[in-house]
């Protein structure tokens, strides 16, 4: 239980009429790569919205570092070193890659040191680097990916929620990011990850949920879900 | 063609650019940051200018000082709705949805309201006082000091206003808030701390307008309403949400009134405003100013 960074526990959570999550549980253990797996709709960004503070819970707990952090504002959480990679990686369009990055260190706790963390950027993500001076919203699919997931990082975060990190991305830029991801771990990172690519994204993860319905189906290593046989007929083709 | 060749008419346009590039941008920070329709913000201006007005004629505070007066009361009066209205209204989701488009109504009662509180108290005869209005003559331009001050005041804030939105990181989240506002609450920006301070320095930009308006035109409780239309207009030109082009935006309006109205008779004023805003929205509705961006 100790090194068990983040508890959802009985999460219920919906918009207006229509409720999305049924008493979802799990947890993230530190240092690891934990994957959603699920039909689109089934709950997965709402999960990472609800944990990044975007949509408040009707009823549940979400412990962070042993701390219950619902009533906490999203700023709040980014402070705490929870931080979300946002599905269609919502960059800043109208400003250059640079000030893309220095904006992901507006919280306290990252703003002193941000220098480094910046040099720490554009050293995982050369790319970056080159076209630092370049409107975000000119870039390629990719490129937004990257720029998204080093803005992330220069919050310092603990916790790194990525929702959908790959989608209409292009093949090569989809296997460049899984590989970016084991990179992060093996750095220290501590990582939740929703992905509709369930094969790849299951052969990675350390621990993995299935969602079905907004509901937990089935738990367990990456290796287990990919050799389920409701996990192989629905979401691998098999 | 003398007269359009001349700086006299060059200098009318400025001042009359830079006062709408000036009320503009209080309207266009509020919008971008809050999305909040501020039909009341011709209203604060009205109550820049009787607070000049009063302070001159009362206790002889000339408008230099007054502007601070008149600043600080409308970042007052922002304050006070955004706590009394807004920021509960803005924390819920679900109802920050509808605020965008139900503030037009909520800011028009608070703009009649205000309008008739004005008259009730200081009736509504027009009003006005003799400040810096010796002419001074430069280079064949005459001038007089209140305009001069007038372009001065506008064109300082608004380029204050640009450069802080270009090199200081509180401009930078102001812009990741009007750009994105769920990735700027993602990365950590406070919209607690940004949405009241863009509130009262939205009001308080109308408030400073609304003295430089008072030096050279008559001051009367329905005044304001003229400026809402105008700041709407040059917002739209430039693209809502938009803060350096409604500043350009401003400016043009102002050029192509003073030009136009030259090249025609003061009849066409409102053709000419009306019309550019027609075809403004036809041609391009996302305004002339706004860079295509993949988003």
Request: hydrophobic letters at 50%; charged letters at 15%; glycine letters at 12%.
């Amino acid at each position: 239980m100790t090194d068990t960074l983040l508890t959802v526990h009985g999460l219920n959570t919906g918009y207006g009429a229509v409720q999305v999550l049924f008493d979802v549980a799990f947890g993230v253990r530190a240092g690891t790569v934990t994957t959603l797996v699920g039909a689109n709709g089934a709950g997965k960004s709402t999960i990472m919205k609800t944990l990044a503070g975007l949509v408040a819970p009707r009823a549940g707990s979400l412990l962070y570092d042993g701390r219950e952090i619902v009533g906490l504002a999203s700023h709040e959480r980014v402070d705490a070193g929870l931080c979300l990679i946002p599905e269609g990686r919502l960059v800043f369009p109208g400003m250059t890659v640079e000030q893309n990055l220095r904006l992901g260190a507006v919280s306290p706790k990252a703003r002193s040191g941000h220098e480094e963390m910046l040099a720490e950027v554009y050293r995982r993500f050369p790319r970056l680097q080159e076209r630092r001076r370049q409107l975000a919203g000119l870039m390629s699919g990719g490129e937004q990916q990257m720029l998204a997931l080093g803005r992330g990082l220069m919050a310092r975060p603990r916790l790194i929620l990525m929702d959908e990190p790959t989608l209409g991305l292009a093949p090569v830029m989809v296997k460049q990011v899984f590989e970016i991801i084991r990179e992060l771990r093996d750095a220290g990172f501590t990582i939740l990850l929703a992905e509709q690519n369930a094969r790849v994204a299951l052969e990675l993860a350390d621990h993995a949920y299935l969602l079905e319905n907004g509901r937990v189906g089935l738990s367990g290593t990456g290796q287990d879900l990919l050799e389920a046989p409701e996990v192989r007929r629905a979401y691998l083709g098999m | 063609m003398d007269t359009l060749l001349s700086g006299q008419l060059l200098f009318a346009a400025l001042v009359s650019g830079s006062l709408y590039a000036l009320i503009a941008l209080g309207l266009n920070l509020v919008y971008g940051t809050l999305r909040l329709l501020n039909i009341a913000h011709g209203d604060l201006v009205m109550i820049g200018a009787y607070t000049a007005f009063w302070l001159f004629t009362l206790l002889s505070i000339p408008p230099v000082v007054s502007f601070f007066v008149a600043a600080a009361l409308c970042a007052l009066l922002g304050w006070a709705v955004y706590e009394g209205m807004f920021r509960r209204l803005l924390a819920n989701p679900g109802l920050a949805k509808r605020v965008e488009a139900n503030s037009l109504i909520l800011f028009y009662g608070i703009s009649v309201i205000l309008q008739n509180l004005t008259a009730l108290a200081f009736t509504s005869s027009s009003r006005g006082y003799q400040y810096l209005d010796t002419v001074i003559t430069w280079q064949g331009v005459s001038m007089t000091g209140n305009r001069l001050l007038s372009l001065g005041v506008a064109g300082g804030i608004c380029i204050a206003a640009l450069l802080f939105l270009r090199f200081h990181l509180f401009g930078w989240e102001l812009r990741a808030v009007i750009q994105r506002r769920e990735a700027a609450q993602i990365v950590g920006v406070n919209l607690n701390r940004v949405q009241p301070i863009i509130i009262c320095a939205g009001f308080a930009i109308a408030g400073i307008a609304g003295v430089l308006v008072s030096m050279t035109e008559q001051i009367t409780p329905f005044m304001g309403f003229p400026f809402t239309i105008i700041a709407f207009v040059v917002i739209i030109i430039g693209g809502l949400g938009n803060i350096g082009a409604g500043v350009l935006a401003g400016l043009s309006l102002g050029l192509i009134e003073t030009y136009g109205v030259a090249l025609t008779s003061p009849g066409y004023r409102s053709i000419l405003i009306y019309g550019l805003f027609v075809a403004v929205l036809l041609i391009r509705p996302e305004g002339i100013f706004t860079k295509a961006v993949r988003s």
